[in-house]
């Protein structure tokens, strides 16, 4: 393990949420959740304003609502996060060649292997740096945690939240991970946590003292020597900035060249079990699912879809499996059959991204599916036309806004934009033919790059929004209430209640 905290993990706050309340200066402040709207849907994202009512990513969207029923409920708009992501990708590749992303929002960065740092003052200037050009260029807040690992790095990163810096000073590992929780670190999920309270293992420390054996015995070889070396701070993986060359698959061969579609797809769905088996067994995630098809001509084809964040989710591995099958012409026969994941991540993550898409796909028939499925959020233009909320619109006399909510005929449009102030709220008719779906705005005025002088942002206390120093955010704008007079968040929780079914 190296001796510098020089290994960087950058987290976005509250990413989509963030995104949200840049975009739409009414709902600065206020809680804002970001998920499938749909009855099965999850949340992806809460705004920290949510999380004090006990909003959490992954809770069913339906608790959420009883949880905190004034809050805005949106539709998440996947591109335009894309689009915010690859710009501090690109920060981050300015650092180093060494980015290992873990999803949108989360990277890895060795900042030794690019020349950023080399001992802990660089490393905690470069790490300050960072947040502010992040800030400078997408006006948005993210928590750099710096160590000698990357388990730790995240864990400083964890602990930076929201909108700091931590370093864990290479030496004071161990007694900084002693007191915390089992859950801490990686690999150790909801039933591996579990077990491990059962027999009375609840902190790191616990584990430390129980011993490789005890570990060994009760998680098998692998992962118990795996917990036991993490539960002394020892980590020596390294940032890997190429993982899509890494996979894990399964094929099976037939005697007999298999002819019914059905028993096809039964046979692809079982593979994908085995394959997330195998995925699990090793720890890992996977953002791209491979499906290998070879014909009864010796013809072999290989189809794949990359989803948006990393799973291991035996559903979502199989459904995506299932797509993939439906482009593949098996008439003839088929004899050998695959299922792959590439694109790994060390960490099995919540898959939200591609639970958010397979929720939507559920709710949705047909095209609407398909676009849901490809990230695709524009608002239906057609005859029935679909104005989902939070996505933005134009209107020919009104200007630029959001949908904040839309049902019976009607659709509820707030118009504002990044920079503008609070806007006020008008509805129309659903199929008011002066109103269009929009591209989202960039979030900061300024472009990237001519952003060096605003200042580190480390002052500025709304958390919100590193534009400073062009005058337009001299009046406070941002911390003004709803124009309208209304409460926090009514406006958008009424429409969002009033929406079809
Ligand atoms: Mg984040």
Redesign the pocket.
């Known amino acids: 393990m190296r001796t510098a905290p020089t290994v960087l993990h950058l987290?976005?706050?509250?990413?989509f949420a963030s995104v949200e309340q840049a975009s739409k200066p009414s709902l600065r402040g206020k809680a804002v959740v970001v998920g499938g709207l749909g009855p099965r849907g999850v949340v992806a994202?809460a705004s920290y304003e949510a999380r004090v009512f006990g909003v959490r990513s992954a809770l069913p969207m339906a608790q959420a609502r009883r949880l905190a029923p004034n809050a805005a409920y949106l539709v998440p708009r996947f591109a335009f996060y894309r689009s915010i992501s690859e710009r501090v990708m690109e920060l981050l590749r300015a650092l180093s060649p060494l980015v290992e992303p873990l999803?949108l929002?989360?990277a890895f960065v060795d900042l030794e292997a690019g020349g950023a740092a080399w001992d802990e003052r660089s490393a905690r200037q470069a790490g300050a740096k960072l947040r502010a050009d992040i800030r400078a260029v997408t006006g948005l807040t993210?928590?750099v945690g710096l160590a000698a690992s990357k388990m730790l790095a995240k864990i400083a990163s964890e602990r930076a939240?929201p909108d700091g810096l931590v370093l864990i000073e290479p030496g004071t590992e161990q007694a900084l991970l002693a007191p915390l929780s089992v859950r801490t670190l990686p690999g150790v999920g909801p039933a591996t946590g579990d077990h491990l309270r059962r027999v009375g293992l609840h902190t790191v420390g616990d584990l430390a003292e129980a011993g490789e054996d005890e570990l060994v015995r009760l998680l098998g070889k692998a992962h118990g020597h795996a917990l036991y070396a993490m539960s002394l701070a020892r980590d020596d993986r390294s940032v890997v900035a190429e993982r899509e060359a890494k996979s894990v698959s399964v094929e099976d061969t037939y005697d007999v060249d298999i002819h019914d579609r059905v028993r096809v797809g039964v046979e692809v769905g079982r593979l994908a079990d085995r394959c997330v088996r195998r995925l699990r067994t090793a720890g890992l995630s996977g953002r791209t699912i491979v499906l290998k098809v070879r014909r009864y001509d010796f013809s072999t084809l290989t189809r794949s879809e990359t989803l948006r964040g990393p799973t291991d989710d035996p559903a979502v591995v199989r459904e995506a499996a299932a797509r993939l099958l439906d482009s593949v012409d098996t008439t003839g026969g088929v004899r050998l059959l695959g299922v792959g994941v590439s694109g790994l991540a060390d960490y099995t993550q919540e898959d939200l991204f591609a639970q958010a898409a397979g929720e939507r796909r559920k709710e949705l028939p047909g095209e609407e599916a398909e676009a849901a499925a490809s990230g695709e959020e524009r608002p239906q233009a057609g005859a029935e036309r679909r104005w989902p909320a939070g996505h933005d619109v134009r209107h020919s006399e009104y200007g630029h806004g959001w949908v904040q909510g839309s049902g019976l005929g009607r659709v509820t449009v707030r118009f504002e934009t990044p920079w503008s102030a609070p806007g006020r709220v008008r509805t129309f008719r659903t199929d008011d033919r002066a109103l269009h779906p929009a591209d989202p705005l960039p979030l900061t005025e300024r472009g990237p790059g001519d952003g060096e002088d605003s200042g580190d942002g480390e002052g500025d206390p709304s958390g919100q929004n590193g534009r400073g120093g062009d005058g337009r955010d001299a009046g406070g704008t941002r911390g003004g209430g709803p124009r309208d007079g209304r409460g926090p968040g009514a406006g958008a929780g009424a429409a969002a209640r009033v929406r079809p079914g």
């Open positions: 987290d976005m706050d509250a990413f994202t999803s929002d989360e993210g928590s939240k």
